[in-house]
């Protein structure tokens, strides 16, 4: 099965760029779609395959994905940024199945 | 407004059954394929099941297969989650999701673009 891999944390000032990395198998062949979850709420989606913004998603949301690592990156990060942050991707060896990272802590320092 | 309801969780013994709900509202619910995702508790998320809009396609993870049924009634914009066999590890919050793209079909590599709030299983005797 394919395996996606997240650092569990990640820590930034605010106003700086937070880069939060997901690893996988030739995972830039793959269309990545990132969320956003906050205590006690459902996941947000905040970039879909690799670079697209749902609208209402600040354009300081980017994302891009080569080879081995798709990378989310938060630009002028606030303390509302402040979430867990999962990657996702079809598993294309399975019958429609879809897999998701371990999540990143990202902490507003 | 788009929006997803989930209802139906609560405490159940191992081995048991229980029925979730999602009822949609502010889009055209069968022209949307659906999933449902869980969370066990500080753990992350897990895909469970999909299923196309018209509802004669359906997908499950290995670890629910054989004992999940997910459904769907377009008359009355609701997707279910029909959970046999009840096990410890079934304990989570379980989201219902929308496709992002409303082709019909469950494409596999479509993102989530709305989520329920969210119900609670908890599996314990």
């Known amino acids: 099965s394919y395996v996606l891999t997240q650092p569990p944390s990640v820590s930034v000032a605010p106003g700086q760029t937070a880069r939060i990395t997901c690893g996988g198998n030739n995972i830039g062949s793959k269309s990545v779609h990132w969320y956003q979850q906050k205590p006690g709420q459902a996941p947000v989606l905040v970039v879909y395959?690799?670079?697209d913004r749902p609208s209402g998603i600040p354009e300081r949301f980017s994302g891009s994905n080569s080879g081995n690592t798709a990378t989310l990156t938060i630009s002028r990060v606030e303390a509302g940024d402040e979430a867990d942050y999962y990657c996702q991707v079809w598993d294309s060896s399975s019958d429609h199945r879809r897999v998701f990272g371990g999540g990143t802590k990202l902490t507003v320092l | 407004e788009v929006q997803l309801l989930e209802s139906g969780g609560g405490l159940v013994q191992p081995g048991g059954s229980l029925r979730l709900s999602c009822a949609a509202s502010g889009f055209t619910f069968s022209s949307y394929a659906m999933s449902w995702v869980r969370q066990a508790p500080g753990k992350g998320l897990e895909w469970v099941s999909a299923?196309?809009?018209?509802?004669?396609?359906?997908y499950y993870a290995d670890s629910v297969k054989g004992r999940f049924t997910i459904s769907r009634d377009n008359s009355k914009n609701t997707l279910y989650l029909q959970m046999n066999s009840l096990r410890a590890e079934d304990t989570a919050v379980y989201y219902c999701?929308?496709?992002?793209?409303?082709?019909?079909?469950?494409?596999?590599?479509?993102?989530?673009?709305?989520w329920g709030q969210g119900t609670m299983v908890t599996v314990s005797s």
């Open positions: 395959d690799d670079s």
């Open positions: 299923i196309s809009g018209s509802g004669g396609s359906t």
């Open positions: 999701a929308k496709d992002r793209a409303g082709k019909g079909v469950v494409v596999a590599d479509d993102a989530f673009d709305i």
